[in-house]
């Protein structure tokens, strides 16, 4: 059984520029959720996903911000036109409903630098 | 939202020493869940505990959820216990704590 995986694991842009980052969850798990986190910080809720469904989304995910999970798999986050403030660690979780639906487990995460 | 604050923020101990952490939610959470955050950012599940008391090995993890407050003990401490320890309580949305963070010192 592998574990969340993310891609890329490091991203370094100019600001302005748009960039994706793809998550894969645990086989099987129907939710999928993403999170940022800065430095000395917990990690902030964005948005999350039941299969194909966005259910949630955090006043945080602003219009720069989307999120897609076309075939109830994978997910990206795009962030369009990034400003030094979009730096931190971008994390993506899932979970099983019907199991422990809340009981997330996370990847590696993907850590962006915006220059 | 939710607030979720843990205490202490920062903890050094000796290699053996005992240890416990707290975490405490400003209202009723469905569930709650402890992590530990390693030195290179990867999140790690240790307990899925939305009530009640749960074991494994070194690690244990008690919820009172009528009174909004959750520890988490660590017993004979390692160094390979060092990094930051997460709590995270879900209402609709998911709100994690600031974190402990612990230097176990050989």
């Known amino acids: 059984d592998t574990g969340v995986s993310q891609d890329p694991r490091h991203k370094i842009t100019k600001r302005g520029q748009n960039v994706t980052f793809r998550c894969d969850p645990i086989?099987?798990?129907?939710?999928l959720y993403w999170y940022r986190q800065t430095l000395g910080q917990g990690p902030e809720f964005l948005t999350y996903f039941q299969n194909e469904a966005q259910l949630e989304k955090s006043r945080l995910l602003s219009d720069r911000f989307s999120a897609e999970r076309p075939k109830g798999s994978f997910s990206t986050l795009e962030i369009q036109r990034t400003e030094q403030g979009d730096s931190a660690m971008y994390l993506c979780a899932s979970s099983k409903v019907g199991h422990s639906p809340y009981e997330q487990y996370f990847g590696p995460g993907t850590r962006l630098t915006v220059t | 939202g939710i607030q979720v604050e843990q205490s202490p923020p920062d903890l050094i101990l000796q290699e053996g020493a005992n240890s416990t952490l707290r975490c405490n939610f400003s209202?009723?959470?469905?569930?709650l869940q402890w992590f530990h955050q390693n030195p290179w950012g990867q999140l790690i599940n240790l307990f899925y505990?939305?009530?009640g008391t749960k074991q494994n090995g070194r690690l244990s993890a008690t919820t009172v959820a009528t009174e909004r407050y959750s520890l988490l003990y660590i017993s004979s401490s390692q160094t390979t216990d060092s990094g930051v320890y997460f709590c995270a309580a879900t209402g609709n949305q998911f709100y994690f704590g600031t974190g402990t963070s612990l230097t176990v010192i050989p």
């Open positions: 086989s099987e798990h129907n939710r």
């Open positions: 505990i939305p009530s």
């Open positions: 209202d009723s959470v469905n569930n």
